[in-house]
């Protein structure tokens, strides 16, 4: 990561949430409580579809496994340091570990964007392809599928890091949030970044609004396909499930549409839908698509159950 040599800041600070000093303690008590319970939860989530060959072997449950381990990723490129802040005045993050964080949290976010549009795909053949369920979403199209996410991940967040690596920076370097992210890190550039905050629209905005669409599309269209299929009841049923699901869904999508979809402008509530992906989603994910499920709650239990022999 060898920065222009018009550079001169070689780090930046990290503002974080920035609380009045009489609340530090209070918020550094609450999210590291997030943290704690969104890693015990994927964690958990990871070990028992891992230990459970049946669960492993299905598309949807191998699908969320990738998934937690994606949440799992999201949730720790920053929020120790985070955590770290609300304790100690050193904010500072040096040059090349702001881009790290660039990095890792466009290849983490893009890659979860074309997984869960990828689950949806599958809970839409499951549901209206029922037939050609097994040929569609076989082990290795499911294995294809997360290779896609994660190569389109990669390239997603090498196009980003791309436009920020020889950008000059020379001050100021303070970064308005408790990670590094393009919007607020290119305002800081000795130079017009227009064009290329048009680019990052190009991008990140696009990613996040095409994978969007499609998963809506996905759920319209599984949502139709049980209504003219299923009883009330299993209308309902399924109504609840789809729904909690693109519930999850907008708030890891919403914050990302609301930041990347709209260059030029900043406004004071970015900093809170930052925290919506990078540490409540990863949390919810878990308790929503897999801890609702009767079968990883079976598997669960005689996992536990195992462990107590």
């Known amino acids: 990561m060898e920065r222009s040599n018009s550079s001169v800041v070689s780090e930046f600070i990290l503002l974080g949430l920035s609380p009045p000093h009489d609340l530090q303690l209070p918020f550094f008590v609450a999210f590291t409580l997030l943290y704690m319970a969104t890693v015990l939860g994927n964690l958990l989530i990871l070990l028992t579809i891992i230990s459970s060959p049946h669960l492993l072997h299905c598309p949807m449950f191998f699908l969320l496994y990738h998934l937690s381990f994606l949440d799992l990723c999201l949730a720790s490129f920053a929020t120790p340091r985070a955590l770290l802040g609300f304790l100690s005045h050193d904010k500072a993050i040096s040059f090349q570990g702001c881009m790290a964080q660039i990095f890792f949290l466009h290849i983490f976010t893009g890659s ?141 999508f919403g914050p990302c549409l609301f930041i990347y979809l709209r260059p030029f402008i900043r406004f004071p509530t970015d900093k809170v839908l930052s925290v919506f992906y990078t540490a409540v989603t990863p949390l919810l994910n878990p308790i929503i698509y897999t801890l609702r499920n009767k079968e990883v709650k079976a598997a669960m239990r005689r996992l536990w159950t195992k462990r107590r022999v």
């Open 112 to 252: 979860e964007m074309l997984l869960l549009t990828a689950m949806a795909y599958d809970r839409y053949v499951a549901i209206c392809q029922p037939l050609h369920y097994a040929s569609l979403m076989s082990l290795r199209h499911c294995l294809g599928l997360v290779v896609v996410s994660w190569s389109g991940g990669f390239l997603h967040a090498t196009i980003q890091l791309s436009f920020m690596i020889n950008l000059p920076f020379c001050g100021p370097n303070h970064v308005d949030s408790f990670f590094c992210d393009i919007p607020l890190v290119m305002k800081l550039a000795c130079t017009n970044t227009d064009a290329l905050e048009v680019m990052m629209v190009a991008n990140s905005g696009l990613i996040s609004l095409v994978s969007f669409l499609a998963l809506l599309v996905s759920y319209s269209f599984i949502l139709s396909a049980v209504r003219s299929r299923s009883s009330a009841e299993g209308t309902s049923k399924a109504f609840s499930t789809c729904s909690s699901h693109l519930t999850v869904a907008t708030l890891f």
